[in-house]
C-alpha cells in the first residue's frame, strides 16, 4: 500500500514556474513507476511526465517537453515535478501516482498506475 500526498500547487503568472512535490510513504516507492498527470475542469485526466524506479530514464508528453522535468529522490520517498514557462491552459489540478515497473510509454495511460494522490490546484493566470 502507498500513499501520496501532493504540494507545490498555487497560482502563478503565465511564463513562472512551479515546482510541484508528491511525498510517498511505505518502504517500498523505489519499486514504482511514478506519474504526474493533470486534470482540467471539463476535461479528461492526462499525462504530463513518468519516471522509472531508479530515476534513470523519464517520458514526458509531448506539450510539456522542455519545459517540464521530472524527478525523484528514493532516499526521501518523494517525487517531484518541476514546471517551467507555465501557460493558462495548463490550469489543472496535477495528480501522482504509482504504478508497476515497465517501459514508460506503457505508463502514460492512468489505469496502469495503482495508486494517486488526492491532487494540488495549479492556476496560469495569462
Known amino acids: 500500500q502507498v500513499q501520496l500526498v501532493e504540494s507545490g500547487g498555487g497560482l502563478v503568472q503565465a511564463g513562472g514556474s512551479l515546482r510541484l512535490s508528491c511525498a510517498a510513504s511505505?518502504?517500498?516507492?523505489?519499486?514504482?513507476?511514478m506519474g504526474w498527470f493533470r486534470q482540467a475542469p471539463g476535461k479528461e485526466r492526462e499525462f504530463v511526465a513518468a519516471?522509472?524506479?531508479?530515476?534513470?530514464?523519464?517520458y514526458y508528453a509531448d506539450s510539456v517537453k522542455g519545459r517540464f522535468t521530472i524527478s525523484r529522490d528514493n532516499a526521501k520517498n518523494t517525487v517531484y515535478l518541476q514546471m517551467n514557462s507555465l501557460k493558462p491552459d495548463e490550469t489543472a489540478v496535477y495528480y501522482c501516482?504509482?504504478?508497476?515497473?515497465?517501459?514508460?510509454?506503457?505508463?502514460?495511460?492512468?489505469?496502469?498506475?495503482?495508486?494517486w494522490g488526492q491532487g494540488t490546484q495549479v492556476t496560469v493566470s495569462s
Open positions: 519516471i522509472s524506479w531508479s530515476g534513470g530514464t523519464t
Open positions: 501516482a504509482a504504478g508497476p515497473k515497465g517501459t514508460l510509454e506503457a505508463m502514460t495511460l492512468a489505469p496502469r498506475y495503482d495508486y
Open positions: 511505505g518502504r517500498t516507492f523505489s519499486s514504482y513507476t
